[in-house]
């Protein structure tokens, strides 16, 4: 069992930055592939970025790259992801979440076993 906690949320101005946190517990935060996906009011959840066991691969949705980046320390069993230029279209509920994939990276959407509570991110005009 693996217990995710998201913070770091916030309220912004458009191109403003946030940097999100997504702190493990329980089993070894090395052994998951972590990603990020978001939810925005009456929308389907989406991928945002995810991040391979070592950090050494990193993959993003075409509408955040060059703006968001994911990294992870696993001393600290934490993923993060940085977010900036941001836009009033990213406004949504954060959410971590770790994979154990067994067909390739990034992990498929069922692959995710973990799920966080969410951090709400909110972007004014």
């Known amino acids: 069992q693996v217990q995710l906690v998201e913070s770091g949320g916030g309220l912004v101005q458009a191109g403003g930055s946030l940097r999100l946190s997504c702190a493990a517990s329980?089993?070894?935060?090395?052994?998951?592939?972590m990603g990020w996906f978001r939810q925005a009011p009456g929308k389907e959840r989406e991928f945002v970025a995810a991040?391979?066991?070592?950090?050494?691969?990193?993959y993003y949705a075409e509408s955040v790259k060059g703006r968001f980046t994911i990294s992870r320390d696993n001393a600290k069993s934490t993923a993060y992801l940085q977010v900036n230029s941001l836009k009033p279209e990213d406004t949504a509920v954060y959410y971590c979440?770790?994979?154990?994939?067994?067909?390739?990276?990034?992990?498929?959407?069922?692959?995710?076993?973990?799920w966080g509570q969410g951090t709400q991110v909110t972007v004014s005009s």
């Open positions: 991040i391979s066991w070592s950090g050494g691969s990193t």
């Open positions: 979440a770790a994979a154990q994939p067994k067909n390739g990276l990034p992990p498929r959407l069922r692959e995710y076993v973990y």
């Open positions: 329980g089993r070894t935060f090395s052994s998951y592939v």
